[in-house]
């Protein structure tokens, strides 16, 4: 599962991130998901308690951030909102484009005890 994988990286990641600070637990995680990340909240909820079981991430409060979807048009520069990746510009249909953002997959601040 995709978001298993997810959570056992965020947890390495922390763990780490612990040792560093000399502390001990984690207390609070930020994490930012893009929209068009790929990754579903509910899944990752859903195994997150199991994995962190008996982790520095065990009981941590968890806050998630979404960033929308966003892209400017490689034709003609619009900037339009991008609710799935294959998504046109709407302005001249275009399917080339930059995008800049949605694709956050990342721990945005650590609050460690
Ligand atoms: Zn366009």
Redesign the pocket.
């Given at each position: 599962m995709h978001e298993l994988s997810i959570a056992t990286s965020i947890i390495k990641t922390a763990e780490k991130e612990v040792e560093n600070g000399d502390g001990r637990k984690v207390l609070e995680i930020y994490l930012e998901i893009g929209k068009l990340s790929g990754v579903e909240i509910q899944s990752l909820n859903f195994v997150w308690e199991l994995s962190t079981n008996g982790t520095v991430l065990q009981d941590s409060k968890v806050i998630i951030t979404e960033p929308e979807g966003k892209a400017i048009?490689?034709?003609?520069?619009?900037e339009y909102p991008l609710e799935k990746i294959f998504d046109c510009?709407?302005?001249?249909?275009?399917p080339f484009k930059n995008i800049i953002s949605g694709k956050e997959l990342k721990i945005k601040k650590l609050i460690i005890n």
């Open positions: 048009c490689a034709e003609c520069d619009t510009c709407p302005k001249c249909n275009s």
